[in-house]
């Protein structure tokens, strides 16, 4: 967005402007400027150095944090950031830009950003067993399958300590000290005070006693310090904090061969370009790593059987609910309204009160309390209502979706009661009056002429209630977790899912999480709710031309 | 419509004959009735529920029949569940996450209308348009760049309600700019420029004239923005880890998806507490939000 200073002589901008202040002269806009400079207050102009201190001292550490653990990328980002905003802060005029900047800051990093940055992950293969990069899935691999060396000698250990990060001290039998920690290949340390055989003291370390050694126990044995900077050099690991030894992986990776070897049986693991090293027999090590897989994850949605036909018929049901759930409110919500739109009705206002409690009660909590009333077994509407039978509301799958619709209709008619009322008392009666007087009949009068106008002026909303539903997530996932859960899908997919919670389940919820195909379901979803909507605005559109 | 003329009130002083009066208004009193026991039903339920001692499921169903106050003490006296931190967290982060977006939008909504600049229109149309990509659909990246940011700055990362808060600004331009862009254009730009001419800079035009006038869509907003970060469940449950740090709608989800129908007064104790605060904004702000509403927000 390009953010100048105003342009009042141009003609365009002068005419958009609605209440026409006429464009100022050069002198005009000097004094202006004059009154500005006079009126900005002293105390203003210290909360604003400070903020912009403050912001900058932040973006500062950031910076060099980021330069610090190898992110220069990021890094220079935030330090051009830094800049961009002082500049705007700290010039005269590019007035809009100021106000613009905060809010658009926000948009662009949390909004958009994650517009792109979803896009980018669905063409990975992100997702449990490939979360990292290739050195730490190697890492990983021989960490996982450590075994001590037979006959290794005994390290002396002690631990120690700096910005919260541990290390391992240890006095080798020859009597020489070496340090390091879990990011850090050990290496020899000058200047450390042996007492007893054990180091007591390393310069800029603390060496840990007895006390926080028993304190941090977990993870001073899940710790392993690599002995050098070849990974087949094994590492050290401790049992007590008193002594160390050497393990080494089952597996050796050899790096010109690019491939792990099982050292017990032989076997060779090789990378195949499917983020993971595999076996000859197709035999995955896992972790693997992150690559980029191009269009897989929407090839596999598109031709994946397990996957292909669940996706459908929770397409086909996730339109059908959004669909629906508009259409049941709406004609709930019109109904009411048209029957409280009486003039000579009394107490209409306590009625409005009491229906709009649904609305005003947590989204959240609704579909939990009704999850409850709708309990096969226990549930109040089993119970109760129906005097003990046992009606699977949730379990039994066309059930399912009738309770979700009849939970959505209490959750969303008074929002349809509330705007329907709105629309129906902008319509003037005379219209109805003169279409009865022409002999309509008032159900025939109230069709041919207040609905049309009525669809008219609310079809926006409906548009927008009918992409909130496509992806009400809370309801479905909170009322029935989208089950009754379908046994022969390769996902976790159930009758009730809708894409989104279908995106939701695949991405967070189990043990396996596939971040890439949840991804790729989103961007999916988004073309789809994009498409629909941009169709019904067009038509809207055309119905407003009719009228 | 079937009608039962001794159940429906006498309409004594209109001097109308029943049937008419039945024709005109008193069927509308029908509708009424059975819409009204439809939405308070559920609320009555869950009320009745949360006054139930040691109720399950089962035991709910005999409403109002046992009366206690139970199951409200048991509620923060659990150190699994604690109820009193999720509750005090929904708040924080309601709270603050709705005045940074009421703060954000404003000084937005106050460029859109009050400044000609170029770029304007593109910037009111992208806004509409970025908010057909819904937050909750890049909520894998979210958690994702949450998770990267959170190794090097654990403070704004996942399980920080730091971080949460940070996601939940990402949102706050969008509609909110366009319920308050609307109504800063009601306020003259007369008196703008009168301040000017008083010696007033735009800093002190904003902050003193224009937002106090314009206080009453500061405050439906504040509510939409409150009501709409206390209910995500979403961003919050795949952000928020520790127990400690959760809000009300991830925590009571996980309570009672892990122990359904045993602590079920417990839940519906902390469901109506969770609910107090929501209800009585809202119907003591109806008039206004009712007006935002139409201008085309939704729950």
Redesign the interface.
Known sequence: MTTTSPAPEKSPAAAEHPRGRRPPGRRHRQAERLAEAASVGWKLLVVKILILGALNAVAVYAALVLFASDQPLVGGAVVVAGILISWIYFRRGGLPAKYLLPGVAFLLIFQIFMVLYSGYVAFTNYGTGHNSDKDDAVHAIMLQNQERVPDSPTYSLAVAERFGELSFVVTDPAGDVFIGSAEQPLEQVDGAVVDAGRVVDVPGHDVLDFAEVLQRQGEITQLAVPFSEDPNAGMLRTQDAQSAYLYTSRYVYDAEADTMTNSDTGTVYADAGEGAFSSPQGEELMPGWRIHVGLDNFVRAATEPTIRGPLLSVTIWTFAFAFLSVATTFVLGLFLAIVFNDARMRSRKYYRLIMILPYAFPGFLSALVWAGMLNQEFGFVNNVIFGGAQIPWLTDALLAKVSILLVNLWLGFPYMFLVCTGALQAIPDELTEAAQMDGARPFQAFRMIKLPLLLVSLAPLLISAFAFNFNNLTLVYMLTGGGPRDLDAGINVGATDILITLVYKVAFVGADRDYGLASAFAIIIFLLVGTVSVIAFRQTKSLEELN | MSIDTDSAPRPLRTGRPIRVWMR??GW??L??AV??V???F??V??FS?SLNPGG???T??SLFRNMSLDSYVELFDRPQQPYAAWFGNTLFIGLTSSAGSV???A??A??FSR??????R??LI?LLL?Q??????????????MLSIG???PAIGVNSQMGLI??Y??????VN?YLMYGFF?TI??SID?AA?ID??????I?FTIILPLVSPILAVVALLSF?AT??D??VA??LLIDPDKQTL?VG??QF??QE??QN?SI??AG?VL??II??AL??AL?KYI?GG??A?S??
């Open positions: 005109q208004t509308r009193h509708v009424g819409i009204v439809f939405s308070i559920p609320l339920y869950v529920a399950t499921l089962i709910a169903n703060l954000l939008g000084l937005a106050y460029a400044m000609r600049f170029t770029g304007r593109v910037g992208t970025v057909m990509f819904p937050q909750l659909l890049a909520m894998v990246a979210i958690f994702l760049l190794e090097i700055f940070l996601v600004l990402g949102g706050a331009l969008g700019t254009n003259p730009q420029e000017r010696g007033a800079g735009h800093a002190r904003f009501i206390t209910n469940f979403v449950s795949v709608a009571l989800y009672i998806s359904t129908s079920w839940f519906a469901a969770a609910a929501p209800v809202f119907l109806q009712i509403l139409t085309g939704v729950k």
